[in-house]
């Protein structure tokens, strides 16, 4: 290393730059540092009056902001765009939402629906996978990678957005870590070397020199480590936002996902929730972990190969071959555990999920020990699948940590050896070592300078040849959680864009499955028809339905309005599901209008749902505030609407319309079901679906609502087992008819066929009660043969007694004998 500078590289740069800038400012004239001190000064009055207008601006935000919180409320812009504002500690953020366009989706689809065959993440069959196989297993492969690049595509759209931004200063910063590695390697040779040669005042240069460094460093790792985190918060930004307009848009992915594919089991929030950010955290530490140990070990045996020479590169590399080659083939399946890890905590989540949802009614049954018995079960095969992984990774680890830290530290002192005990091939020190001296000290401080340099780089290189192997193990987790969120986009696009083809699971010839939807739905037809559609309840993906009724058909007009009526399971609100679109239409034609809500059709469904919010979005939803003022409605009209649900009460009693409370537990059964009129009279749609709407209100009251909604010009379509409703309605569709229950029937209520109808169920039920002395009589001969004789067995023995007798007062005889 004699041939190398004692100087600082740093302070080198530094000063040369300063020269440069020095001789410059010599070289200008008085009339041109006059005319720079005016820019000078000019610039900054200018950026003191555009500071001012952007503090005045953010300060009306942060007004208008506050008041669209208060009032759970937003800002619309063009092209579906969206800004929010959120709390962040006493101020108040803006945050704008642009949503994923269309062509991106369709863009997307190939990724993830027809992955290339290389992969091997195709099913084998003729036809696309349509995403992920069940039989695909997480790993480093060629489907790993497939996987992580099409998840790129999402989390770095472009080359100029802010995630290349910040990939780009974290690179900056972790080059800059390398380097500065390498400057305090030489600083602690030169420290020791300046140590035992006794010079005082070099030794405490090298100390001010050592301070200085490690300020840099140190903000050089914070940065690092900041930086790692933002990648992070954007990488699961990109992702959230991505599946929240693939998951929750008008073609009804988040019901479908769960109830027609379910090809991510319980449901998405597992996914989105834990194993997104898992995925995140995992690929934002990836470019330090993988990339910046890439880069030192380069760096690192470059230098070491110029001190130490060829044969130590050699051995090396060769160390690092053979050790990624044993770790390899040693490392256990971490991917696949950890995928299967995430799914038990899905299930486990999700129990407690559905005990939450349906607390209420677990009490009522006293069904708390059957559930302790499912989420104990549920959580002990979490905790075995668990207990075998950590039992993998201490065998792991143990063979691990021996191999990086105390193998590889004696390898590197052999290493640093070779310049002493094999000088001609040492390289640099070799060569200090050839030269002929006739000192002695020198060539120790020498050998003592060069020692602590290679040492230091030796630690520094097995650093990053250790993270370079911790990170197969990285990698592999990294697999498995990359495995879940490609599955969960996957098949959010299959389920989109209903791209279900055969799949080797399925059985041939399934009918009435997601691969036999041949029916259509068509939006925009002023009415209700159904031509020839059966009525089907869809099983899981790739099983087919049940039939509920064959074929049905009917049109329905403006101001005609329908009862739908028949026993329980027939298929009453299956109608209103195919109507709204959750169901598919397997055969026929299914028409309604196009838009859903106000001027279209709406659905009122069996169970009210009360979103989060003020008590104004109850009335509104799924409008909010924002788009409540662009239909031009006030809370004047909203209280006339309370009024007419006969709801007028509550703006005083929770406090106003700005009021957030959990209004699923402050609404009683009744006041819930009318809340959900009171959106339907708000929005005035066409045509409205009620299903049990009004079961939990009183027949007075609702009498007087269904009154309320046919003067506003709704057509109303009921589905109720309450004949009492059929004076409200023109016709009658009515279910479960005939042996099987298949048939149907529909009448126009209030003429001369359906009164026939009921005085043909009066006498059918005249004729019944006219045999009813009959039975009575035979009832009664019935009795009579059964209290004849009363047999009972006494002493093994068969013993008949009178029916006046006891079996008492027998035993009592029987044993005073």
Request: a positive charge.
């Amino acid at each position: 290393m004699a041939a190398q500078s004692k100087e600082d590289p740093l302070m080198v740069l530094y000063m040369r730059y300063l020269d440069l800038l020095r001789s410059r400012i010599r070289r200008t004239s008085r009339t041109t540092r006059l005319i720079a001190v005016l820019a000078f000064t000019l610039s900054v009055v200018s950026s003191g009056y555009g500071s001012y207008k952007r503090w005045k601006r953010r300060s009306e935000d942060r007004a208008q902001g506050r008041k669209l919180l208060r009032k759970n409320s937003g800002l619309k812009g063009k092209d579906g765009e969206r800004t929010i504002f959120v709390p962040r500690g006493d101020s108040i953020s803006k945050v704008v939402i642009r949503p994923t366009k269309p062509t991106t989706f369709d863009a997307h689809r190939r990724l993830f629906l027809t992955p290339p065959r290389v992969t091997r993440l195709q099913s084998g069959t003729s036809t696309p996978a349509h995403g992920p196989p069940p039989q695909t297993k997480p790993g480093l492969n060629l489907a790993f990678l497939h996987q992580f690049l099409s998840l790129l595509n999402i989390m770095v759209p472009r080359f100029k957005c802010k995630e290349t931004g910040l990939l780009l200063g974290h690179g900056v910063f972790l080059i800059l870590r390398t380097y500065l590695s390498l400057v305090v390697a030489r600083l602690d040779g030169a420290i020791v070397r300046d140590l035992v040669a006794g010079e005082g005042k070099s030794f405490l240069l090298g100390i001010l020199r050592w301070l200085s460094v490690g300020t840099l460093a140190s903000y050089t790792n914070s940065m690092i480590k900041f930086l790692q985190s933002k990648i992070s918060i954007a990488f699961r930004t990109r992702l959230t936002r991505y599946i929240h307009d693939l998951y929750l848009n008008k073609n009804l992915n988040y019901y479908k996902l769960s109830n027609l594919d379910g090809g991510v089991g319980q449901g998405a929030d597992q996914f989105i929730t834990q194993d997104l950010t898992l995925f995140c955290t995992a690929a934002a530490s990836l470019y330090s972990s993988l990339g910046k140990p890439l880069v030192d070990l380069f760096v690192f045996n470059y230098q070491l190969y110029l001190s130490l020479g060829p044969l130590a590169s050699t051995l090396l590399l060769s160390n690092y071959f053979t050790t990624a080659t044993l770790l390899r083939r040693l490392s256990p399946p971490f991917g696949k555990l950890k995928a299967v890890e995430g799914k038990k905590e899905g299930d486990f989540r999700g129990l407690h999920a559905r005990l939450i949802a349906n607390a209420e009614e677990v009490a009522f049954y006293g069904g708390s020990d059957v559930e302790k018995v499912f989420v104990n079960r549920a959580f002990e095969d979490l905790k075995k699948w668990m207990d075998g992984i950590y039992n993998l990774k201490v065998r792991y680890n143990m063979l691990e940590d021996f191999i990086l830290k105390y193998s590889w530290s004696a390898f590197g002192y052999v290493i640093t050896s070779l310049p002493v005990f094999l000088p001609a091939w040492g390289g640099l020190g070799g060569r200090n070592e050839l030269v002929p001296t006739g000192i002695e000290a020198p060539r120790e401080r020498g050998r003592m300078k060069e020692f602590i340099t290679n040492k230091r780089l030796m630690l520094s290189l097995a650093d990053a040849g250790g993270r370079m192997m911790y990170s197969i193990k990285d990698l592999s987790e990294l697999a498995g959680y990359t495995s879940r969120v490609y599955t969960l986009i996957s098949t959010l696009h299959r389920v989109h864009a209903s791209a279900y083809a055969t799949h080797r699971r399925t059985r041939p010839g399934e009918l009435y499955s997601l691969t036999d939807v041949q029916g259509t739905l068509h939006t925009g037809f002023d009415g209700v028809r159904l031509e020839d559609v059966p009525v089907v309840a869809p099983s899981m993906y790739p099983y087919g339905g049940d039939e509920l009724i064959e074929s049905l058909s009917f049109v329905l007009h403006s101001g005609d309005h329908l009862l739908i009526s028949g026993p329980n399971g027939v298929g009453k609100s299956s109608i209103a599901r195919i109507v709204a679109g959750l169901w598919p239409v397997y055969r026929g034609l299914v028409s309604r209008p196009r838009q859903v809500g106000m001027d279209g059709i709406m659905f009122l469904p069996q169970r009210p749902y009360l979103s989060v919010g003020t008590l104004r979005d109850q009335v509104i939803y799924p409008h909010t505030e924002v788009d409540m003022r662009d239909n031009g409605k006030n809370d004047n009209q909203l209280q006339q609407v309370l009024d007419a649900a006969r709801l007028g009460y509550l703006v005083d009693r929770e406090g106003g319309w700005d009021t957030r409370k959990e209004w699923k537990d402050v609404f009683s059964g009744g006041e819930k079901q009318r809340m959900g009129i009171a959106r339907l009279l708000y929005h005035e749609p066409r045509y409205a679906f009620i299903d049990e709407g009004t079961s939990a209100v009183s027949s007075d009251v609702e009498g007087l609502l269904y009154e309320t909604a046919k003067d506003r010009g709704i057509t109303l379509i009921t589905i109720s087992t309450r004949a009492s409703l059929k004076k409200y309605h023109t016709y009658n569709l009515v279910l479960g008819l005939g042996e099987d229950g298949y048939d149907w029937d529909w009448n126009q209520i209030g003429t001369e066929s359906e009164k026939l109808g009921v005085q043909k169920e009066v006498h059918e039920l005249e004729e019944r009660l006219e045999k009813v002395p009959e039975w009575e009589k035979r009832l009664k001969e019935i009795d009579e043969e059964l209290n004849k004789v009363l047999v009972v067995r006494i002493d093994g023995k068969n013993v008949e007694l009178p029916a006046e007798s006891t079996v008492s007062s027998q035993m009592e005889q029987s044993d005073s004998s």
